[in-house]
């Protein structure tokens, strides 16, 4: 007697389940390895772009000696005829110096920025909106001025 060849539907099911497994988690693996490290660096960019527009405005308003809020962002005025003024340009937060009428890029990611229409007790608080890719984030920086305006 011969045998019959060939396989049985169960064990049909059996290696379709374990296919079925095995693509599963590769493509988990594979989302993973191309979605993931996207989110991080969006992270990143938001982060960075907040610390260095933290540290700019820190900087200027520790330097200056009366902050004027007019035009796009407020006046940083040192009092050695030296102003640096903010402005939001594509994304792209920019810090202009009056004496030498250089302009730096100080942050990318910026969707939006509102500065004070006026200064109470030395303090002026800045409202920021950044985002890069998936990530967003809303935040309030107050900043304390050396001289009362």
Known sequence: MEK?????????LVVLGIIA????????LFYQFYRVPRWGQAQLNVSNALRTTTLWLAHD????????PSGNCGVFDTG???SYTYALNGGRLE??????????VVARYVNALQCPTT????LAT?????????VTSHETLTVTLRVAP
């Open 4 to 12: 019959e060849r060939g396989f049985t539907l169960v064990e049909l």
């Open 21 to 28: 497994i095995v693509t599963g988690i590769t493509v988990n």
């Open 61 to 68: 308003a520790h330097e200056s000696q009366r902050f004027t």
């Open 80 to 82: 050695r005829g030296v």
């Open 95 to 104: 810090r202009t110096e009056s004496g030498s009428g250089r302009t730096l």
């Open 119 to 122: 200064v109470t007790t030395g």
């Open 126 to 134: 800045f409202h920021l909106t950044l985002s890069s890719g998936p």
